[in-house]
């Protein structure tokens, strides 16, 4: 039978072909496009769709147009620098830059809506599909195209505040969309995720790169702290941690583990990120390896995370050191020097198998420097050459030096995770004990020293998630839900930043949709 081809839409209509994403979809297109050329009505039909909605996903973090839009998430806040600038980052630590004409802000709007609209396709085909596809698996199809969509308008309501909710397909061009109150936006994504909820499966029994009910879980006791429901969110994320179905990393593991390492680095490897694989701690992450036979990536995070040390005479590129980064980024001093224990030992995180702080000479060619450690050095290479970073990202292929795109699968929720936004629905009723208790399975984990009711505070969980998903986390996403973005990027890195007010809590509407929505209002974020 004929497959289904998907359409992807923007906000105000215009279409894409799922063959041809990477177009920019707010261009001018014949209406005869907005209507999906087939219509879902069996298994092949859905399961064509759910690929492309993953794929427009999957693009949110892979792309490469702009390679510093990874680094928009990170610098500007409390835990990274600039180093090696691309462009598309600078209005996200020199705030005085960041308008409506903004480059990321628009770039993340739009792949949002595309994922929205996607998800839209696939919840209306599945009401409408035949009674001779079985039920349960409509539901199920729905509920994981549900889950997509709450993702897409968390990921819109936290950073944009008021958005236009758009619950049905856009299937011809509209000019007139109007912001809906977040307390709207906030009903549809836990109605979504709770709708979604009981259709989907277990871990155990789902094949990988699927959405399992674990994931979302996850994401609808985050959506509860955001709109300050914290019982609701303890409840729920208790039922993720006592479930049955994940369990924190607390050994070693797989395809490296006869070699130097330690547990938590193992999660991080080529080979062990997936369920399948052995990490009994995914909840849900972003299947980049082997796509399809022969198959690439252009995901920019090794080149963002890992510095360019091949720059310095004497080091040549290894497996050992990550590959070829460029250092778009570096942590910032309070990472680098004031988040850790200084003794590696006392924090399994913070061991040279996960955040590489020592360089030695490594180009046996150069006789004089080989094998010696690299210090002293002067001039500008410090920024973003030689400089401590997370391991996380590290992957090198001797075949293709230059490695372009990285090819590590991109993990969006793990148990860790969870147990830390458990500890801050704690912390928030009150229950400091508890917190404690939640975040010292994390640390006894990492073999770091155990903490007290007296030492919770909400920034010292804010703390803790640096210590445990540096380089994972979208660390402005996690400041802007927690209303700590301006606070704690000037106490602790406020010499990388110019100009952030309490207006930059909220990114600007991109401007091109305001103007292109002649019937309508797309009220602008104060500020911009």
Known sequence: MKRIIVACFGLLGATQLLSSCAEDYLDED?????????VLVDSLGFEAAMAGLQSVVREQYTRSDEQGLLSVMQVGTDVAIPGQVQGVEVPYYNYTQLTSQDQGANVFWNQAYRMINNANQIIAGAATA??????????????????????????????????PLITEPVTTARTDFARAPIAEV???????????????????????????????????????????????????????????????????????????????????????????QGNTELIWGIEQQLLVPGATTSAQQRRVWVPAYYNVKGMA?????????????????????????????ADMRNSKYNLKRRFYYNDPSQTATYGKRVTGLTGSDTI???????????????????????????TMM???ETYLL?????????????????????????KAAQVTAS??????????????????????????????????????????????????????????????????????????
């Open 384 to 410: 973003f050459y030689i400089t401590p970073y997370t391991t996380k990202w590290n992957q090198f292929d001797p075949t293709d030096t230059f490695g372009f795109g990285t090819i590590k699968d991109i």
């Open 130 to 163: 035949p009674a001779t596809l079985r039920q349960g698996y409509k539901d199920r199809i729905s509920a994981e195209a549900r889950f997509y969509r709450a993702y897409a308008y968390n990921f819109l309501a936290t950073l944009w505040g008021d958005v």
């Open 414 to 416: 793990r148990l860790g």
């Open 186 to 276: 906030n009903e549809l994504i836990i109605n979504d995720l709770k709708t979604a909820i009981p259709s989907l499966l277990p871990a155990s029994r789902v094949i990988s790169g699927r959405t399992a009910k674990g994931a979302a879980q996850h994401l609808l006791g985050e959506v509860y702290l955001r709109t300050n429901q914290n019982a609701l969110a303890e409840q729920v994320l208790k039922e993720v941690i006592d479930g049955g179905q994940y369990k924190l990393i607390t050994a070693r593991y797989g395809v490296k583990s006869n070699q130097p390492g330690d547990y938590f680095s193992d999660m991080f490897i080529i080979g062990n990120q997936r369920r399948n």
């Open 30 to 38: 014949p209406k005869s496009l907005y209507t999906p050329q087939t």
């Open 455 to 528: 030492d919770i505070t909400l920034n010292f969980i804010l703390d803790e998630r640096a210590r445990e998903l540096i380089g994972e986390e979208q660390r402005r996403i996690t400041l802007v839900r927690t209303g700590t973005l301006v606070e704690r990027t000037l106490r602790l890195n406020g010499a990388s930043v110019t100009g952030l007010t309490a207006n930059n809590l909220l990114l600007p509407i991109p401007q091109s949709e305001i103007d292109r929505n002649i019937n309508g209002t797309l009220r602008q974020n104060t500020g911009y």
């Open 317 to 345: 590129l290894a497996d050992s050191l990550g590959g070829r980064g460029l250092g778009r980024l570096r942590l910032s001093n309070w990472v680098d020097y004031r988040l850790y224990p200084k003794d590696e030992s």
């Open 422 to 446: 458990l500890a801050e629905a704690q912390f928030r009723q009150g229950k400091l004990a508890d917190a404690a208790a939640s975040i010292n399975v994390l640390r006894t984990r990492a």
